[in-house]
Nanobody
Framework: VQLQASGGGLVQPGGSLRLTCAAS????????MGWYRQDPGKQRELVAA???????DYADSVKGRFTISKDSAKNTVYLQMDSLKPEDTAVYYC??????????????WGQGTQVTVSS
């Protein structure tokens, strides 16, 4: 599975950005997609994820501000980020979990997209 992420950039505090991640067609059945972020010197952390059945998980720090959604027909996931804070600044990575024909799960990562929140 190849993941193509877009939508990062520079925004002022309180502003909004929308990240998009499209997964290529493949032999894997995608069971979940999501976004992680990473600051230099820190571990990569989950921001939000959504499963193929629609279950959603958010990091506590983004609840109420970020919204994850998906278009299953397009294998695309979106992250709407509102009320952005400087502490949201990080490289954001798209993730997909795919199941193969033997039901084994595999992790796939897109290229990172920089989100900078600064005045």
């Amino acid at each position: 599975v190849q993941l193509q992420a877009s939508g990062g950039g520079l925004v002022q505090p309180g502003g909004s950005l929308r990240l998009t991640c499209a997964a290529s067609e493949s032999r894997f059945n995608i069971v979940a997609m999501g976004w992680y972020r990473q600051d230099p010197g820190k571990q990569r952390e989950l921001v939000a994820a959504i499963t193929d059945t629609g279950s959603i998980d958010y990091a506590d720090s983004v609840k109420g501000r970020f919204t994850i959604s998906k278009d299953s027909a397009k294998n695309t996931v979106y992250l709407q980020m509102d009320s952005l804070k400087p502490e949201d600044t990080a490289v954001y990575y798209c993730n997909a979990v795919g199941r193969d024909w033997e039901l084994a799960l595999h992790d796939f990562w897109g290229q990172g997209t920089q989100v900078t929140v600064s005045s």
